[in-house]
């Protein structure tokens, strides 16, 4: 069965500074899809970004990049120039065509002024 | 705003009962989740409807059943209510292509 592992319960940093959250995961499929979620105080579920597995480029969405290692199945997020705005809970997800998201348990983020 | 919408936002109910919780997914979504989020357990998979249809099943316990009408919306019904289902359920959509995944606010459930 698939699993997400996010290693990192809790991670902080300080404004303007970057961050990089870890997680990795553990399929037998070779075509899948893997997703960075965001989860404010407000509990909504916000998409960060997204990487298709046959994409060997790292996907980017402004201050928010990836750095996806398939062969060692690593998928972590890096925040660039960090906002308090980031403060939030961080799931790693993936999915693949026969499978709906599977998230691993997060990552609380904190961002200091 | 994804697009998805869940009523209601908040529900307090007693031990025993049953509710329902409503979805509409974004326009034009065939698929819709849910999922619930509780404190010790993380986000669990409960089931995935495609055009009205059951697709795949997750830890959806057996008190728990959910469908998709021929509109699209879907209805996630919660009976003989317990302590421990109190959560914050989600719904989520996705497109005939897409492979991300759209949730909506979330429906938080009290059960007291």
């Known amino acids: 069965a698939q699993t997400v592992t996010q290693s990192q319960p809790e991670m902080s940093v300080q404004e303007a500074e970057t961050v990089t959250l870890s997680c990795t995961y553990d399929?037998?499929?070779?075509?899948?899809?893997l997703f960075w979620y965001k989860q404010p105080p407000s509990r909504q579920m916000i998409l960060v970004i997204r990487q298709e597995a046959y994409k060997q480029q790292n996907a980017t969405e402004n201050r928010f990049s990836v750095n996806f290692q398939k062969a060692a199945k690593s998928f972590s997020l890096k925040i660039s120039d960090s906002q308090l705005g980031d403060a939030a809970m961080y799931f790693c997800a993936y999915r693949s065509a026969i499978t709906a998201l599977i998230f691993g348990k997060g990552t609380t983020l904190s961002v200091s002024s | 705003d994804s697009g998805v919408t869940q009523t209601p936002k908040h529900l307090i109910t007693a031990t025993g009962q049953r509710v329902t919780l409503r979805c509409s997914p974004r326009s034009g979504d065939l698929s819709v989740y849910w999922y619930q989020q509780s404190l010790d357990q993380g986000l669990q998979f409960l089931i995935q409807y495609y055009n009205g249809e059951e697709r795949a099943k997750g830890n959806i316990l057996e008190r728990f059943s959910a469908q998709q009408f021929p509109d699209l919306h879907s209805e996630l019904n919660l009976s003989s209510l317990e302590l421990g289902d109190s959560a914050l359920y989600f719904c989520?959509?996705?497109?005939?292509?897409?492979?991300?995944?759209?949730f909506g606010e979330g429906s938080w459930l009290t059960v007291v």
């Open positions: 989520a959509s996705s497109g005939n292509r897409g492979h991300t995944i759209y």
């Open positions: 399929t037998s499929e070779s075509d899948y899809y």
